[in-house]
């Protein structure tokens, strides 16, 4: 069984330290790590940091390419690059003495045409019961609805398909029917028309995530956990209470979770 990572649009995750962001004004703040990220490559880290070996197929700017080769080593990963023009984008993430965060996000590259051919020629070796994880949104020039035509295409082949974009619709999710998806609050909103709030509001949003033809549908809750839809019926899972240093790579851990169970026949 194989597991893929499709990252379509990476960045590097810079981290800072920062006091008192101050808007409109001069702020200093000191930069802590830097390394080669983007949702897919975290969420195959998360599965090596649990033993699942896996290749991330990631699309890099050929001017910082080798740095993020260099930064995206790492043990059980199998990383494969598609090259193109331009930079890999930077995404900064300020974290605030208080405990906050702010994020800023910077443009990377756009894909040339032709871009997700070469992708699907890599993918074209994938069997029934592989699994492709796209996560992350997808760059500027790629044709969302090729992008569509091989997610469809892999699955007749029985590959399972998981997604968490906010490059797709609610429509887009109908077409895909993925064998697994967990929105962001954002992109659930956009899905179910309104803000996932309580338990209640998380069951009705799964469910009708569950009836576009999603085979498991999750819903997550933040710290208190997460609600998922599929053809047993639905479920709540309560997560263990841990000391929250950031938030960011949840949503990929929670989805690696989810691989993990799958791989070890949970």
Same mark, same amino acid.
């Given at each position: 069984m194989k597991v893929v990572t499709l990252t379509l649009n990476p960045a590097f995750d810079v981290h800072c330290a920062i006091d008192n962001l101050i808007p409109l004004k001069e702020n200093f703040a000191t930069i802590t790590s830097?390394?080669?990220?983007?949702?897919?490559?975290n969420l195959s880290r998360a599965l090596a940091n649990n033993g699942v070996r896996n290749t991330a197929l990631i699309v890099v700017g050929k001017a910082n390419a080798d740095?993020?080769?260099?930064?995206?080593?790492?043990?059980?990963?199998?990383?494969?690059?598609?090259?193109?023009?331009?930079?890999?984008?930077?995404?900064?993430?300020?974290?605030?003495?208080?405990?906050?965060?702010?994020?800023?996000?910077?443009?990377?590259?756009?894909?040339?045409?032709?871009?997700?051919?070469?992708?699907?020629?890599?993918?074209?070796?994938?069997?029934?019961?592989?699994?492709?994880?796209?996560?992350?949104?997808?760059?500027?020039?790629?044709?969302?609805?090729?992008? =569509?035509?091989?997610?469809?295409?892999?699955? /007749? +082949? !029985?590959?399972k398909i998981i997604m968490d974009s906010r490059s797709f619709s609610v429509d887009d999710i109908r077409n895909i029917k993925p064998w697994f998806i967990k929105p962001n609050e954002q992109e659930i909103e956009d899905y179910v028309g309104y803000k996932v709030l309580s338990f209640e509001q998380?069951?009705?949003?799964?469910?009708?995530l569950y009836d576009l033809g999603v085979k498991n549908a999750?819903?997550?809750?933040?710290?208190?956990?997460?609600?998922?839809?599929?053809?047993?019926?639905?479920?709540?899972?309560?997560p263990p209470s841990v000391n929250v240093k950031s938030t960011i790579g949840a949503?990929?851990?929670? =989805?690696?979770?989810?691989?993990?169970?799958? /791989? +070890? !026949?949970l």
């Open positions: 830097k390394q080669a990220g983007g949702k897919g490559l740095a993020f080769r260099e930064s995206a080593t790492f043990p059980l990963v199998d990383c494969e690059y598609v090259e193109v023009d331009g930079n890999v984008r930077e995404n900064y993430t300020l974290h605030h003495k208080n405990g906050k965060e702010t994020r800023i996000s910077f443009d990377g590259f756009t894909c040339p045409d032709g871009v997700v051919k070469v992708i699907a020629d890599k993918l074209n070796r994938l069997n029934g019961g592989d699994v492709v994880a796209l996560t992350g949104s997808i760059s500027k020039g790629i044709d969302k609805n090729k992008v =569509i035509k091989l997610l469809k295409k892999l699955q /007749v +082949n !029985g590959v998380a069951v009705s949003a799964s469910k009708k999750m819903v997550s809750l933040g710290g208190d956990g997460a609600v998922i839809t599929d053809q047993t019926g639905i479920r709540r899972i309560i949503g990929d851990s929670l =989805i690696a979770g989810f691989i993990y169970g799958y /791989v +070890n !026949g």
